[in-house]
């Protein structure tokens, strides 16, 4: 049952009050100000009108003033709940305010307000617990002096990248009050004004730096690793070997049957070795490719020599498929012939004795496509992508493991990816199986190299010679715009202070002309930039080595410059099909 | 034909390998020198001028890049030709290898066969 509301009857009750003691008040008044007025004479038989006058506007004032006092009473009432409202909120916010304030403080991360400059304006705790400085001794310096100098200009490009409204990732190495590098992972977000304008950024840096060291010792640990298992496993092959080729007196087909397992075996565990190695490093992507110009059948061609021995032992009948016009193409020999061992052992393994093994390549548009062909027992159609999955299989080591496919494919995989070519198999049950791999029909690089001094040019000629780039020199302004438009590099390296005609001027150059406006440009210098000049060159971001530049400095750059001009060209490649 | 054989000086402190590398190239019909660390060998290959080094990176006293770049850089010896063996694979260390001026590279363990099919084309040159 629902109660009948009672408030408004209390309300009305008390409103009438208020009006009746002031009507009761108001009449009183009228008949004493009427009695006072008639001389205190009162004729009381007589009802005169004047008294109905009196006593009525006594009533009408008494009436009026008791709305008027309700009016007040009401009106004080509200200005007390606004009051006190106020008060409530007021405190609602200091309370909010404290706990972003604590929010700030206490969370787990370094958070660093900048302004447009780059310059602290505020931290927050963990500033010092991590950083190990006093926040009070930062605020008003710049954020670039926090930070080692070989990632000033990854903070530079993020900071710049978050004034513009973005909200960058990335890395870098801060230093510590006591001398050592500490790993940020930060998150830059942009600070704006009431109006919306971007004022400074905000950090959130993240230190990563146990994770790294991990990661860095995991790396060391593979590496030594591999290397103490390699030693002994190298003079147990010499000494298997020795002993098949009969240098220690000659031994029964037994004997030497027994003696080649071993050594195959001691193959097969370096293999393991080698991918267990290369997988450690293609996970932190330090796989660095050793490209050269060859010829992809002549490499093919050698595989099947080595493992025609292996072959014939098995009864398997391996041939040589080429297609009719092979072009010497851009790849990483080692790695290349790597997968195609892989791909071989495994085919060789799920072949039974007497079966067919093809190796064979042709030419397929802009790319080169090889092929391991087998007759052996096929892959069902649910596992072709998992086989090459490496994660899948360090779960289901062992299943995978008697099944035979191990980290080989995986690793495969990431090499011809890493040449940007790609690697699928079609395989049935029962009917064989074809691995095949894709690496674009590419050219070594051409760089130009350009300094007026040329001992410069000679050792920068040097630091590239691993690399099989083609290299181009020019001493002057005038002959690198001349070599540049007969040869078309990929990549100048260019000098800017020269005599006659400096480097900004050979930029613009480059830059009017439709056959090299899209050549990459590394700046080398001495002195400051003349940054407005850089700009001019266009929207690119161009890459400056300051001299003395370092030899890893220069190669590195060269390679990620020469990088992303393959991927342009690759882009512009699709653009134009 | 005795006096014509010719000389290898193998450098490793793997001592079971300098026995199965001295009993391949004997068998093979070479001559063969040893040095076990890299002093050795820059004072082996000095004085006892041998036709072809096969060396070994990870060595105590002077590592295998320092004994090569040595002689490579050195007039007197820079045409001994030298074949490094390596247990490390990586690139860094086939960069060195040419980067010091070692004629050929070889990772370990290798192909025994290819080893001594190299060994006879260094002496070819």
New interface residues.
């Given amino acids: 049952m629902k109660q009948p509301d009672l408030r408004w009857m209390r309300r009305e009750y008390s409103l009438s009050r208020v009006v009746m003691e002031n009507t009761l008040v108001g009449t009183c008044m009228g008949l004493l100000v009427g009695l006072l007025l008639r001389g205190c004479l009162p004729q009381l038989n007589q009802i005169n009108l004047d008294w109905v006058i009196f006593i009525l506007i006594g009533m009408i004032i008494g009436l009026l003033s008791g709305f008027e006092r309700k009016r007040q009473a009401q009106m004080e009432k509200k200005k007390n709940l606004l009051e006190k409202e106020v008060r409530e909120s007021r405190g609602a916010l200091v309370t909010t305010e404290d706990r972003y304030k604590n929010l700030f403080d206490n969370a787990n991360d370094v958070i660093m307000v900048l302004d447009s400059d780059g310059r602290f304006v505020e931290v927050n705790g963990k500033f010092r617990d991590i950083l190990g400085y006093e926040a009070a001794e930062w605020l008003g310096r710049s954020f670039y002096d926090l930070i080692t100098a070989a990632c000033r200009d990854v903070a530079i490009k993020n900071y710049w990248e978050t004034l513009k409204g973005g909200a960058p990732r990335f890395e870098l190495d801060a230093v510590h009050a006591g001398g050592s590098t500490i790993n940020l992972a930060c998150a830059n977000s942009p600070v704006r004004d009431r109006e919306g304008e971007v004022i400074g950024a905000m950090i959130i840096a993240r230190d990563i730096s146990e994770s790294k060291n991990l990661e860095e010792l995991q790396n060391r640990f593979i590496s030594h690793a591999s290397h103490e298992l390699r030693t002994p496993l190298t003079a147990m092959r010499e000494f298997a070997s020795l002993l098949i080729d009969g240098v220690a007196g000659e031994l029964n087909e037994d004997q030497k049957k027994y003696l080649e397992r071993v050594e195959a075996n001691i193959d097969r565990l370096a293999r393991i070795i080698d991918n267990l190695l290369l997988m450690s490093q293609a996970e932190q992507e330090k796989i660095v490719l050793d490209k050269r110009q060859l010829d992809f059948g002549e490499v093919l061609a050698q595989v099947k020599e080595d493992y025609q021995a292996a072959a014939a032992k098995k009864r398997q009948d391996l041939t040589l498929n080429l297609g009719e016009e092979m072009p010497r193409i851009l790849f990483d020999p080692d790695r290349v012939i790597q997968v195609l061992i892989n791909l071989l052992g495994n085919a060789m393994k799920f072949t039974p004795d007497g079966g067919r093994i093809e190796l064979g390549a042709r030419r397929d548009g802009a790319s080169l496509v090889a092929w391991v062909k087998d007759n052996g027992v096929g892959i069902k159609s649910e596992d072709h992508e998992r086989i090459f999955d490496r994660f899948q299989q360090i779960r289901d080591g062992h299943k995978f493991g008697r099944k035979g496919a191990g980290l080989g494919l995986a690793i495969s995989r990431e090499i011809i990816r890493l040449h940007r070519g790609e690697m699928w198999v079609e395989s049935e049950v029962g009917q064989g199986s074809t691995f095949y791999f894709s690496l674009p029909i590419t050219q070594a690089p051409k760089v130009l190299l350009v300094d007026d001094d040329p001992d410069l040019v000679e050792m920068y000629k040097d630091f590239l010679t691993p690399y099989h780039y083609r290299v181009i020199t020019a001493y002057n302004g005038e002959e690198a715009i001349r070599k540049a438009v007969a040869e078309v590099p990929d990549l100048v390296v260019l000098d800017i202070v020269m005599p006659r005609m400096n480097g900004y001027e050979v930029m613009g150059r480059l830059r009017e002309s439709q056959t090299t406006c899209g050549i990459r440009v590394v700046i080398l210098t001495g002195y400051g930039l003349d940054e407005k000049r850089l700009a001019a060159y266009g929207d690119r971001a161009i890459p400056a080595l300051r001299k003395p530049v370092s030899m890893n400095e220069f190669v590195k750059v060269v390679q990620g410059e020469l990088e992303k001009r393959e991927e342009e060209l690759l882009e512009g490649e699709k653009a134009g099909e | 034909m005795s006096e014509n054989r010719n000389l290898v000086l193998v450098v490793d402190d ?1 001592e ?2 300098v026995i ?2 001295k ?2 190239f004997q ?1 093979a019909g070479y001559e063969v020198e040893v040095a076990r660390d890299g002093l050795e060998a820059l004072r082996k290959a000095r004085t006892l001028d041998p036709d072809v080094i096969i060396l070994d990176v ?1 060595l105590p006293k002077m590592d295998g890049f320092k004994v090569c770049r040595m002689l490579k850089f050195d007039n007197r010896y820079s045409r001994i030709p030298v074949l490094m063996l390596s ?5 860094v260390d ?2 060195m290898g ?2 010091v001026g070692a004629d050929d590279y070889m ?4 192909d ?1 066969a290819k080893l001594m099919s190299r060994v006879k084309e260094l002496l070819g040159n």
């Fill in positions: 793997e079971d390998l199965a590398l009993a391949r068998s990870m247990a490390r694979g990586q690139e086939q960069e040419k980067k990772v370990k363990p290798f025994s």
